[in-house]
């Protein structure tokens, strides 16, 4: 508590200390206590750093998904949607992992929430593990005149996938698997069908199976096709996630 003593303030006022020293008024701040954490607070402390951590690995072997088209909030989101497939009491070991049966959490992740892929393909693969560790993908037949959004000048795109198996503990890849399905928008039929795709992911180590895909987009331009993407139009995201 602050006084006033013959005219001068003298004492604490908040954190802010007043006294006097040859004649003149000196204002000091007072260092307040470092409030202690809890139990809690530091569990949510681990599981945000966890988590974070494991984000980043995520961007950084999903580069080819999202070649850096991604937006300014990307990170945060995904430590978001990670902290949700852990569950919402942090319960999250040091170990930089992912054990969680809730992993499907975080399929459909946008890298680019300005341009969501369900805006641009009206149909989805369907992905599958398998018991005997095959990864399959299988397209449902699509109108491609109709069931995918076609920006101006492109006459060609390609549907990329990036299936990865990881392991977050050693920061490593074990294998991947990138098959590109180009689509020719103006010759061809009109209605596509295409073959199941299918990939072994019985790899020792291998904890977790992700699978990026994207959608490139080229426009045919002085006798080369040009890529129309760009970074706020490049549609890519997370469509398969699996514990080994």
């Given at each position: 508590m602050a006084t006033?003593?013959?005219?001068?303030?003298?004492?604490?006022?908040?954190?802010?200390?007043?006294?006097?020293?040859?004649e003149k008024t000196i204002v000091q701040t007072k260092v307040g206590r470092k409030p202690?954490?809890?139990?809690?607070?530091?569990?949510?402390?681990?599981?945000?750093?966890?988590?974070?951590?494991?984000?980043?690995?995520?961007r950084r072997t999903m580069?080819?998904?999202?070649?850096?088209?991604?937006?300014s909030n990307m990170h945060n989101r995904l430590v978001t949607q990670l902290q949700r497939v852990n569950g919402p009491s942090g319960h999250i070991s040091k170990e930089k992992s992912i054990r969680s049966n809730k992993i499907n959490r975080l399929v459909n992740f946008q890298f680019n929430e300005k341009c969501h892929m369900q805006d641009f393909m009206h149909?989805?693969?369907q992905i599958q593990l398998?018991?005997?560790?095959?990864?399959?993908?299988?397209?449902?037949?699509?109108?491609?005149?109709?069931?995918?959004?076609?920006p101006k000048n492109c006459d060609l795109l390609?549907?990329?996938?990036?299936?990865?198996?990881?392991?977050?503990?050693?920061?490593?890849?074990?294998?991947i698997h990138s098959p590109q399905i180009p689509i020719n928008l103006h010759t061809g039929p009109?209605?596509?069908?295409?073959?199941?795709?299918?990939?072994?992911?019985?790899?020792?180590?291998?904890?977790?199976?992700?699978?990026?895909m994207n959608i490139e987009y080229y426009g045919f331009h002085r006798h080369?096709?040009?890529?129309?993407?760009?970074?706020?139009?490049?549609?890519?995201?997370?469509v398969g996630a699996f514990i080994n």
């Open positions: 006033i003593e013959n005219g001068t303030l003298k004492g604490l006022v908040g954190n802010v200390v007043f006294r006097q020293s040859n202690k954490q809890t139990k809690g607070t530091k569990a949510a402390s681990v599981s945000f750093g966890v988590s974070s951590a494991i984000g980043a690995y995520i580069a080819e998904v999202h070649m850096g088209f991604y937006d149909f989805d693969p398998l018991d005997n560790k095959q990864l399959t993908i299988q397209f449902p037949k699509f109108d491609k005149q109709k069931d995918i959004r076609q390609i549907f990329n996938l990036f299936i990865v198996m990881l392991n977050f503990e050693q920061q490593q890849y074990i294998h009109k209605m596509v069908e295409l073959e199941q795709l299918s990939f072994d992911v019985n790899y020792k180590d291998a904890k977790t199976v992700l699978v990026g080369k096709h040009l890529l129309l993407n760009n970074k706020s139009f490049h549609p890519a995201a997370i």
